[in-house]
């Protein structure tokens, strides 16, 4: 069994930083994409940023400047660190990794889910 537990959520005003992390734990035998995405309040989830191991980052352009992705593979960890916040960041954001586990199957994981309010 694979688990991603994120924290790091919370209230923050405009302008404000906040910095998520999303560790993941259990039958891994390699991760090949972790990310975040994140569903505002009425709204479809939608990505937000993505690393594919070896590659590069990708971003929503609504996101693009103002946050930053990065892995610690060691730790099997992904983090979003949030600058210059805006009202319209506040959403809940989820933790997604496609793994790869101990049988080597590949599936989509989810984390919990943490809720990020951006006060203006």
């Known amino acids: 069994q694979v688990q991603l537990v994120e924290s790091g959520g919370g209230l923050v005003q405009a302008g404000g930083s906040l910095r998520l992390s999303c560790a993941a734990s259990g039958s891994i035998f390699s991760i090949n994409a972790m990310g975040w995405y994140r569903q505002p309040p009425g709204k479809q989830r939608e990505l937000v940023a993505r690393?594919?191991?070896?590659?590069?980052?990708n971003y929503a352009d609504s996101v693009k400047g103002r946050f930053t992705i990065s892995r610690d593979n060691a730790k099997n960890t992904v983090y979003l660190q949030m600058n210059s916040l805006k009202p319209e960041d506040t959403a809940v954001y989820y933790c997604n990794a496609k793994i790869t586990n101990s049988i080597r199957a590949t599936y989509d994981y989810w984390g919990q889910g943490t809720q990020v309010t951006v006060s203006s």
């Open positions: 690393i594919i191991s070896g590659g590069s980052p």
